[in-house]
Each structure stands twice: as structure tokens, then as C-alpha cells.
């Protein structure tokens, strides 16, 4: 969803891209030109792309264009321009994890997803903006990117993957690749209405990725909908994804307490609307306490800041305080003041991730509002509490989701005057069923009533 003029590659999948590409229609070249046009004309205001590499992509392309003439295909990704969070080691580009503190020798050389989308020939247009570490989605020290959905008041796009939600949805990407601890890949997505999907943590090696805490971190993409997501989860080497689930045969939760508690209006009569829908289109919707969500809270506090803390370095952390950003300062002070790790924290989350393992056996998959809130005004929130206030609420829903050990999507909601999501949510390793889920949803909820 975006109130800035279309890209001239807006209604085009993935597949139909490459298929343009490879009947000669239209060059690598000629299409990475036109995006870093865009990217020119809109990132000044947009801010999804903190470092552009012009010459790097036209590299890329060039690359990409002989091999094509040579009729060396590396696959569905080949030519199709990607933008890349910062937190993602590529080598040739610089690594800032969107702080003002030097992280390169954290992350020293490109991980498996990178080396992967490098040799399906994908093109690598630049870094995104992201929160400093990753930690939420509004910063002081670094703009906060505009949201596409309104040309006219700045928006929150959510966080920390803001930078590649806002590019995907204003048109700056095919695809754009985030990561989630929270559900930075999750929430930016619904509040920018586009597709994304947050991996199962154990689908693809972090190695590569700048880490807030390897305990809940998953890699994710972006992108305009299901059919594409599934080619780049097939494209990097996940599993085969069945296309046609039947949507009578599925059972979903919806889960209770907190994921439908103080939603916006917006959000609480889209989600209502579409759980409708699915359920004349035959599914079954089925209402499912889950108490354990009410200790996700605790433990995610207990996990995050703490291993964060443990890899910058403690004195570190307390040397270079004043540099942090004043979001970064406040989640870090009670972890600094913690005299030892939380040597329980792992049995905890364990024992309730097996809770939740068992509580949820036999539905196929949850369904909740993705955020409880609509893109906001970042006029509202100048202070650090009103952020973290905002940031607490904006990544509620999602959460759980990272401390259960979960994979995820949100998917943009028809008919909305802003974006909201509905977020899809199964056990772990089960990516390739949610996306087929995710899918035939997509394809229920868009189709005619």
C-alpha cells in the first residue's frame, strides 16, 4: 500500500520479472536503472535505503545480462533486484547495524543467505535502515523512514526492518530481506501493507547476520504477497511448498488472552472481516486459550538487552553509553545494572515453549491481528517513554511468536484505509505448510465475496 506513484514493476510477480528478463524484453541493466531512479527520487524523503550501491548493482546486473546471453540460468532469483537490512554482512558494503558504534568486527564476512542470494543472481541494490541493533522501531539519533502509506504525514513503519518495508512497499525493491526477534520483519510488514515472513529461527544458518540475541532471532523476507515469498523461501533452499491446501480441511486458533485485547478500530474490524470470510469459505476458526502468552513478556526482557549487552561487550556498552541512542540507553540500563546472567532463563523458556508445543497440537495454525494498531504519526512520540510505550504495543502480537519458537507471516488486509495485517503463525519448521496456508488465504480474502 503506498500513496506515491507506482513503480513501473508494481503488479509484476517475481516469476513474471524473471520471465521479462529471460524472453529479452527487458535487460538486468535496463531494470536495475529504473529502480536507482526511483530510488534517487524517493529515498530522500522515504529513508528506506541508508547506503545505495549504484555502481556495485549496475556491477551485478551487467553480470547478470552475459550470463543470461550466454543461456546460464541460476534460477527464479536471477536479475531480480533484492534491498538488504542492515544488519547483513555483504561483502563490499559497509556494515552499521544502525548505530553510530564501529560492529564491524562482530559480523567479519558474509553468511550463508547472503553467499546464497549472491549465486541465484540476485542484485543487490543497498542496506536498509534499521533501528540501532535492531532494537524496536523508533530512533532519535537516525530519521525514522516515512511510511508510503501517506504521502502527507510521516508514519511510523514500524521496526527494526522499517527500512526494507517501506522499500518494498513504495516500489524500491522486488524483494527486500529483514530480520525478526520481535517481530521486526512481522509488524513493519503489516503497517506498510506488504507481505512478510518471519523463517523458522533453525530454517537457515545466522552466521553473517549482526546478532541482538541468538536465542530468538530469525532471518525474514519481504515481499508483495504469498506467491512471491514462496519463490524466494524455494529459491534459497527451503522446502517445496504445497500450492493447493484446502482451505475446509484447515483448523485455525484464535488465540486468547492479549492478541485481540485494546485493538484500533481499523485493526479490529479488518481482522474481524476476514475471519469471516475464511470461515464461509469453509474453514474452521475455533476459539483457544492460551494463558502462557501472559509470560512471554518476562522472559523476552530477561533474554534480549542481557545477550545483546554480551556481545558488544559490557564495558564496552558502559564506555561508549553517551553515543547510544537514547531508545538503545534505556532498554540497556537495567541489564548493566544486573550483576550476573540470568542463569535460569534457558530452562524457563523451554519448559514453556514445550506448553505451547503441546496446547496448540492439532490446529494447523493461529490467526491474530498482526499489530494492534494502525501506522501512527511519528509526531507523537518525542520522548524516549512515549516510544518505548509505543514500540512495547506496536510488537505485542508478535513476540510471542519469536518466544515460542514459531515461523510467521502477515499478510496486508483488503479494504482497509491504512494498512493492517493478519499474522499466521505455526510451529517450527513448518515454513514451507505456512506458506501454503498463507497462500490459499491470501487467495480467499482477495477473491469476490
Given at each position: 500500500m503506498s500513496a506515491f506513484p507506482e513503480s513501473r514493476f508494481a503488479h509484476a510477480s517475481i516469476a513474471q520479472y524473471a520471465a521479462r528478463l529471460r524472453s529479452g524484453e527487458l535487460s538486468a541493466l535496463e531494470a536495475t536503472e529504473a529502480l536507482?531512479?526511483?530510488?534517487?527520487?524517493?529515498?530522500?524523503?522515504?529513508?528506506?535505503?541508508?547506503?545505495?550501491?549504484a555502481e556495485y548493482a549496475r556491477a551485478q546486473a551487467r553480470d547478470i545480462d552475459a550470463r543470461l546471453r550466454a543461456r546460464a540460468d541460476s534460477g527464479p532469483l536471477m536479475g531480480v533486484p533484492v534491498a538488504v537490512k542492515d544488519l547483513y554482512?555483504?561483502?563490499?558494503?559497509?556494515?552499521?547495524?544502525?548505530s553510530q558504534l564501529d560492529v564491524s568486527h562482530i559480523v567479519r564476512s558474509e553468511g550463508p543467505l547472503a553467499?546464497?542470494?549472491?549465486?541465484?543472481?540476485?542484485?543487490?541494490?543497498?542496506?536498509?535502515?534499521?533501528?540501532?541493533?535492531?532494537?524496536?522501531?523508533?530512533?532519535?539519533?537516525?530519521?525514522?523512514?516515512?511510511?508510503?502509506?501517506?504521502?502527507?504525514?510521516h508514519r511510523t513503519p514500524g521496526g527494526s526492518s522499517g527500512g526494507s518495508a517501506v522499500a518494498m512497499a513504495?516500489?524500491?525493491?522486488?524483494?527486500?530481506?529483514?530480520?525478526?526477534?520481535?517481530?521486526?520483519?512481522?509488524?513493519?510488514?503489516?503497517?506498510?501493507?506488504?507481505?512478510?515472513?518471519?523463517?523458522?529461527?533453525?530454517?537457515?544458518?545466522?552466521?553473517?547476520?549482526?546478532?541482538?540475541?541468538?536465542?530468538?532471532?530469525?532471518?525474514?523476507v519481504f515481499t508483495k504477497d504469498a506467491r512471491d515469498a514462496i519463490v524466494v523461501w524455494e529459491a534459497l533452499g527451503g522446502t517445496r511448498v504445497e500450492r493447493e491446501l484446502p482451505l475446509r480441511e484447515l483448523r485455525f486458533a484464535r488465540p486468547t488472552p492479549l492478541f485481540y485485547d485494546d485493538l484500533d478500530a481499523e485493526v479490529e474490524r479488518a481482522v474481524e472481516r476476514a475471519l469471516e470470510r475464511l470461515q464461509r469459505a469453509g474453514a474452521r476458526v475455533e476459539h483457544l486459550d492460551v494463558p502462557e502468552v501472559l509470560e512471554f513478556e518476562a522472559l523476552f526482557g530477561r533474554i534480549v538487552p542481557a545477550e545483546l549487552i554480551g556481545i558488544l561487550g559490557r564495558e564496552r556498552v558502559r564506555a561508549d553509553f553517551e553515543r547510544l541512542d537514547p531508545v538503545t540507553k534505556a532498554r540497556f540500563t537495567a541489564a548493566l545494572a544486573a550483576s550476573s546472567a540470568d542463569s535460569r532463563v534457558r530452562a524457563d523458556l523451554e519448559a514453556l515453549r514445550q506448553r505451547v508445543h503441546a496446547r496448540i497440537a492439532g490446529y494447523d495454525a493461529w490467526l491474530t491481528p498482526t499489530a494492534p494498531l494502525v501506522p501512527t504519526p511519528l509526531e507523537g512520540y518525542k520522548s524516549v517513554e512515549a516510544a518505548l510505550e509505543w514500540n512495547r504495543r506496536a510488537l505485542r502480537n508478535t513476540r510471542p511468536g519469536n518466544v515460542f519458537n514459531q515461523c510467521g507471516v502477515s499478510l496486508p488486509l483488503p479494504g482497509t484505509a491504512l494498512p493492517v495485517g493478519l499474522q499466521i503463525v505455526c510451529a517450527a519448521g513448518a515454513d514451507a505448510k505456512l506458506l501454503g496456508i498463507a497462500r490459499v488465504v491470501e487467495s480467499a480474502l482477495s477473491s469476490p465475496e
Open positions: 536507482l531512479r526511483r530510488i534517487d527520487a524517493l529515498n530522500p524523503k522515504l529513508g528506506a535505503y541508508t547506503f545505495v550501491a554482512q555483504v561483502d563490499g558494503l559497509p556494515l552499521t547495524a544502525g553467499r546464497t542470494l549472491k549465486r541465484a543472481g540476485a542484485i543487490i541494490l543497498g542496506k536498509t535502515w534499521t533501528s540501532e541493533f535492531a532494537l524496536g522501531g523508533i530512533n532519535f539519533i537516525r530519521r525514522v523512514p516515512w511510511n508510503p502509506c501517506d504521502a502527507e504525514t513504495a516500489g524500491l525493491c522486488t524483494f527486500a530481506l529483514g530480520t525478526d526477534t520481535g517481530g521486526s520483519v512481522r509488524m513493519p510488514a503489516a503497517l506498510c501493507g506488504v507481505f512478510g515472513h518471519k523463517f523458522s529461527a533453525s530454517a537457515f544458518p545466522l552466521e553473517g547476520i549482526f546478532p541482538l540475541s541468538p536465542t530468538l532471532d530469525s532471518p525474514g
